[in-house]
């Protein structure tokens, strides 16, 4: 009898620290490599809004059929991406590209 107790007890701590510990929540944000002024800002308040709840930010680039020619326009919209949410948040990774994607994490800047 003890030994279930102590098994019952065991349990509840173990749910309770796994209550208390905070979840990593990951929003993501596609670009095209010729993204248009309008749609980048219209995204850009989006990431905000995401850095602010607190969540990490999936930025890339989604390079199709022979778009992947445009690797340097790519790479320069999600470093002025960056740039412009260096106030809400930090860049965890800098862009790098994955098969047809080229991906970059900012995570939240603490309170």
């Known amino acids: 009898m003890d ?6 007890e065991q349990k509840k701590r173990e749910k309770a620290l796994k ?13 095209g490599p010729q993204t248009d002024d309008h749609d980048y800002e219209f995204k850009k308040k989006h990431a905000e809004k995401f850095l602010k709840d607190g969540a990490k930010l999936k930025a890339f ?4 059929g022979r778009s992947i020619v445009f690797k340097e326009q790519g790479q320069i919209l999600l470093l002025k991406l960056a740039q412009d949410l260096e106030e809400y948040g930090k860049v965890e990774q800098m862009p790098k590209l994955e098969g047809k994607r080229m991906i970059m994490f ?6």
Do not use: D, G, Q, W
């Open 3 to 8: 030994y279930k107790k102590f098994l019952y």
């Open 19 to 31: 209550s208390k510990a905070t979840k990593v929540v990951v929003k993501e944000i596609r670009f």
């Open 61 to 64: 680039v989604f390079f199709k």
């Open 106 to 111: 900012i995570a939240p800047k603490k309170n």
